[in-house]
């Protein structure tokens, strides 16, 4: 067992709970408080799995519904296939492609593509985050109006560099596009970093991996790779993007292959 071990509040009738309980007595999470002063651990809050951080004398909660808030709202009226982040996974007029997510976060992106309809693998490596999609997405699968769209959807806990690396050595059909959308560079303390991202920025930090993981998706992917970056950042790599795809405050760079 860890020396610090996370701590968690469990509802013993919950088989995600008790899967999640299970994943961390086994160290597979290996889920511990690192950051001193950092309060932090999952409970149940009517029924959905919360994230509960408090730190700097606030208390961040965190948890996912695709059936509600800004996830159905951007469904419902979100523009369709024609909104820059489908246009550039190329889902206009490769509507059958299939989507690699290697950044999934709280899976908002890869759940507009699915609800495109296109068949999407999300891979997540914080355990937090991962078990967060998880209960969203059982739950989503209990609703009438959005389980098809869960059924597109497929989830992997782990690192997508050694997820994608292994793909030539399986039996899995390398990914048409592989979305990466990598933490933003550090922005100062401000009002407009939004609370779920705040989250995000205490559990994960800034990767420096990010070079590696373009350089692993380009290797993979069969039709294009697209990058997520705030409009004005420079590029993670060092090769030209084909041509980007611009809203108001974000840019995606795409790689076509
Ligand atoms: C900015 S968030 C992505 C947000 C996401 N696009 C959404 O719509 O919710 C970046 C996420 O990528 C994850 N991540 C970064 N590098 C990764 C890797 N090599 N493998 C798996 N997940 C990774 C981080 O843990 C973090 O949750």
Not at 121 to 150: F, G, M, S
């Amino acid at each position: 067992m860890n020396a610090n071990p996370f701590p968690y509040v469990s509802s013993p009738n919950d088989s995600i709970c008790n899967a999640i309980q299970a994943l961390i007595e086994n160290d597979t999470f290996e889920l511990s408080d690192t950051n001193a002063g950092l309060c932090s651990y999952l409970f149940f809050d009517e029924n959905a799995l919360t994230y509960s951080l408090r730190a700097d004398n606030q208390t961040l909660t965190l948890s996912h519904s695709f059936t509600s808030g800004k996830n159905k709202h951007r469904q419902q009226y979100g523009g369709g296939k024609n909104q820059p982040l489908p246009k550039a996974c190329g889902l206009d007029k490769h509507p059958n492609w299939t989507i690699f997510d290697a950044t999934a976060g709280i899976g908002r992106d890869a759940y507009v593509l699915a609800s495109l309809g296109a068949q999407v693998t999300l891979c997540e490596q914080h355990p937090v985050l991962y078990a967060l999609l998880v209960d969203a997405l059982n739950r989503a699968a209990l609703d009438e109006e959005v389980k098809a769209v869960v059924q597109r959807i497929q989830i992997i806990h782990g690192n997508s560099s050694d997820v994608l690396n292994a793909m030539p050595e399986t039996t899995v059909k390398r990914p048409d596009v592989i979305y990466l959308d990598p933490m933003y560079p550090d922005r100062k303390k401000s009002a407009k970093i939004k609370k779920d991202m705040q989250i995000l920025q205490y559990l994960v930090g800034h990767n420096t991996q990010d070079g590696l993981l373009f350089e692993t998706a380009y290797a993979t992917a069969i039709n294009r790779v697209v990058v997520k970056r705030p409009k004005t950042a420079k590029s993670i790599t060092s090769i030209k993007p084909s041509y980007n795809v611009s809203s108001e405050n974000t840019r995606y760079d795409v790689y076509v292959l």
